[in-house]
């Protein structure tokens, strides 16, 4: 029990909130920076110790600042737990303070050492106040400790970092810190006057927002400058992907790409396109970004040295995966080639572990398959090729597996059946349309877009 408020005057009350009003405001803004800094720790993907630490060492000294204010402790006259809660915190603020400055690489070894000996002598005082009350002893012992710590932090910090601003910008708010916090330890037993330290902490939090800010700025730009250069690169992998597929009055060819990131790893190629015959090419480097872009545009050139191979679907894929291999830095290509002859009326297909060419013909869908191994991945790797008759309104899919692979929301493939009827279900459109409406259809399916989306439309019309 404790009895409030006794005997004071209003004049009293109010005397004494303006002498802690300064400390009451600095208690609740560093509180408040703390709960900031927990917070942006909770949204990284992987959770920051120095965030954290820091946001603990924040929030204890915010609250210290409250605790100890004058005008709480009239208020808690009488009680027996303030006074031991009010002196307790004394000793643990020093501890996440520690951990922060260890986590932020701002103790060398013996300083870590002589904090965790430290860490430890506080804490046994923090548990001996809060079980049987405050001793003035107590607090020489926690003065002494923290003499002692703040010269092991700073000694050491005078050499190094000579060339990191951030470092030198931190270490003068530290060591302003230091200083008024030292003035307040030393003097404490002698000195009646205002304590200074928490100025001392505006001046640490100061610098740290300084160079927090500065390093924000500095990775806007940096953003900003790998933006440009990614739309470069964007455009750059646009420029090797074919135009629209020449005008033929045997075949009506459609294209949609659309990549998961501003660069991707899918490809296509029109590797013959003439009034009598038609090759498509289509592929899909492993990975996603920068790396399997620039693994695509390698794709390309291997594909380019292999058109005089254009009407031997198993010969293309022989030639481009000796002209990749041991030259992807491990990245594999999966692809599929097409060869369609108006003249003979028959089509030539060939695969390197890529996924089943889809052929629509008189209301049915039917898989054309004839796979060997991923292209760039093994030497020795060979490719058939599948020979069958084209006939007049046939329809061939060409795709790559993120078609197939989008997952909604309880995580179900689009999948080759779901495909294989849509597909009958632009029977009566023209390809452009066709290639839209899948495209548009398995984006409607997918929670997100994880993989690059390419399709291939191509209409035999008949024999010019």
Same mark, same amino acid.
């Given at each position: 029990m404790?009895?409030?408020?006794?005997e004071?005057?209003?004049?009293?009350?109010?005397r004494?909130?303006?002498n802690d009003?300064p400390?009451?405001?600095l208690?609740a803004a560093f =509180?408040?920076?703390?709960?900031?800094?927990?917070?942006f %720790?909770?949204?990284r993907?992987?959770?920051?110790?120095?965030l #954290?630490y820091f946001a603990?060492?924040? =929030?204890f000294?915010?609250?210290r600042?409250?605790?100890?204010?004058t005008?709480l402790?009239?208020a &808690?006259?009488g009680?027996v737990f303030?006074?031991?809660l009010?002196?307790?915190? $004394?000793?643990i603020?020093?501890?996440?303070?520690f951990?922060?400055? $260890?986590?932020?690489?701002?103790l060398?070894r013996?300083g870590?050492i002589v904090?965790?000996?430290?860490?430890i002598i506080?804490g046994?005082l923090?548990?001996?106040?809060f079980?049987?009350?405050p001793?003035?002893?107590?607090l020489?012992?926690n #003065?002494a400790v923290v003499i002692?710590?703040?010269?092991a932090?700073? =000694?050491?910090s005078?050499?190094g970092? @000579?060339g990191n601003?951030?470092f030198?910008?931190?270490?003068?708010?530290?060591?302003i810190?230091?200083?008024?916090?030292?003035f /307040?330890n =030393?003097?404490g037993p002698?000195w009646?006057?205002?304590?200074?330290?928490p100025y001392g902490?505006v001046?640490?939090l100061?610098a740290?927002g300084?160079?927090? +800010?500065?390093q924000?700025?500095?990775?806007?730009q940096?953003l $900003?400058?790998?933006r440009?250069?990614?739309e470069?690169?964007?455009?750059?992998?646009?420029?090797i992907?074919?135009g629209?597929?020449?005008d033929?009055?045997?075949f009506?060819v459609?294209?949609r790409y659309?990549p !998961?990131?501003?660069v991707?790893g899918?490809f296509y190629?029109f590797?013959?396109?003439?009034?009598r015959q038609a090759?498509?090419?289509i592929? /899909?480097v492993s990975?996603?970004?920068?790396? +399997?872009?620039l693994?695509? %545009? &390698?794709?390309k050139l291997? @594909?380019?040295?292999?058109?005089a %191979?254009?009407?031997?679907p198993?010969?293309?894929?022989?030639? !481009?995966n000796a002209?990749?291999?041991?030259n992807?830095? #491990?990245q594999?290509v999966?692809a599929?080639?097409?060869h369609?002859d108006s003249?003979a009326?028959e089509?030539?297909?060939?695969?390197?572990?890529h996924?089943?060419m889809?052929l629509?013909?008189?209301?049915?869908?039917?898989?054309?398959?004839? $796979?060997?191994l991923?292209?760039?991945?093994f /030497?020795?790797a060979t490719y058939s090729t +599948?020979?069958?008759?084209?006939?007049?309104?046939?329809?061939?899919?060409?795709?790559t /597996?993120?078609?197939?692979?989008?997952a909604n929301?309880?995580?179900e493939?689009f999948?080759q059946e779901?495909?294989?009827?849509?597909?009958c279900q632009t %029977?009566g459109?023209?390809?452009?349309?066709?290639a839209d409406r899948?495209?548009?259809?398995v984006e409607?399916?997918?929670v997100?877009?994880?993989?690059d989306?390419?399709?291939l439309?191509?209409?035999?019309v008949?024999?010019?």
């Open positions: 404790y009895a409030p408020w006794p004071l005057t209003a004049e009293q009350v109010l004494t909130f303006r009003a400390y009451l405001f208690g =509180v408040a920076v703390g709960l900031i800094a927990a917070a %720790s909770l949204i993907r992987k959770p920051d110790a120095v #954290n603990l060492f924040s =929030v000294y915010g609250l600042l409250w605790i100890q204010a005008l402790g009239l &808690m006259q009680s303030y006074p031991r009010a002196s307790g915190i $004394n000793y603020v020093p501890i996440p303070a951990l922060f400055f $260890n986590a932020a690489g701002l060398h013996q870590k904090g965790y000996v430290l860490g506080l046994t923090a548990v001996m106040t079980a049987f009350g001793s003035p002893k107590y020489l012992i #003065n002692v710590a703040l010269l932090m700073v =000694v050491p005078f050499g970092g @000579a601003r951030d030198q910008m931190i270490r003068r708010g530290l060591l810190f230091v200083a008024f916090a030292l /307040d =030393v003097s002698f009646r006057g205002p304590r200074i330290e902490f001046a640490f100061a740290l300084y160079v927090a +800010a500065r924000t700025l500095e990775r806007e940096q $900003n400058d790998i440009k250069e990614l470069v690169a964007r455009r750059i992998q646009l420029s992907l074919p629209k597929f020449p033929s009055a045997s009506r459609a294209a659309v !998961m990131t501003s991707a899918d190629d590797i013959v396109a003439d009034e090759g498509l090419l592929a /899909d990975g996603h970004g920068v790396p +399997a872009a693994i695509a %545009s &390698m794709v291997a @594909a380019n040295a292999q058109r %191979s254009a009407a031997d198993s010969g293309l894929l022989s030639g !481009m002209a990749l291999f041991g992807t830095q #491990n594999f999966t599929a080639y097409v369609l003249e009326g089509l030539r297909y060939s695969a390197a572990g996924p089943p889809l629509l013909r008189e209301g049915e869908v039917r898989q054309v398959e004839e $796979n060997g991923m292209l760039a991945a /030497d020795f +599948a020979a069958q008759r084209l006939e007049a309104g046939d329809r061939l899919l060409l795709y /597996d993120g078609i197939v692979e989008a929301r309880s995580g493939f999948g779901a495909l294989g009827a849509l597909l %029977s459109v023209a390809p452009t349309d066709a899948i495209i548009s259809a409607q399916w997918a997100s877009q994880d993989d989306l390419t399709v439309v191509c209409d035999y008949g024999a010019a």
